[in-house]
């Protein structure tokens, strides 16, 4: 596989998804996992959760690198707990989601 921008790979699911094809879906999960993308899990809704956020990351830093730091960082933002770590369910999905969010805009506090 060759190596997709996160956003690339996360639009495709999302179209997987919106046409019902769980069996392409689960073949993108199993295909990306090669991506070398540490932390993913394996199931088809936490992949996309996760990758929703990194993707989210990346567009927000600019620069896939920069966004893998932040997200493996831990952040007074968060409670001194690591973005990453907080990707295991929707509830962390989303408050690291909002705190990319206010990155974006310009609120850092």
């Given amino acids: 596989m060759t190596t997709k921008p996160l956003a690339e790979v996360y639009e495709e699911l999302k179209q997987l998804r919106r046409e019902g094809d769980n069996a392409g879906?689960?073949?993108?999960?199993?295909?990306?996992?090669?991506?070398g993308i540490p932390g993913l899990p394996e199931s088809p809704a936490g992949f996309v959760r996760?990758?929703?956020v990194r993707a989210l990351a990346e567009r927000v830093f600019g620069d896939p690198a920069?966004?893998?730091?932040?997200l493996n960082r831990?952040?007074?933002s968060l409670n001194g707990q690591r973005p990453a770590d907080l990707l295991q369910d929707d509830l962390g999905a989303a408050v690291v989601r909002e705190?990319?969010?206010q990155i974006d805009h310009g609120i850092f506090a």
Avoid: F, H, I, S
């Fill in 25 to 35: 879906l689960d073949a993108l999960v199993r295909q990306a996992m090669g991506m």
């Fill in 99 to 101: 705190t990319l969010e």
């Fill in 66 to 70: 920069k966004a893998q730091v932040w």
């Fill in 50 to 52: 996760q990758l929703d």
């Fill in 74 to 76: 831990p952040n007074k």
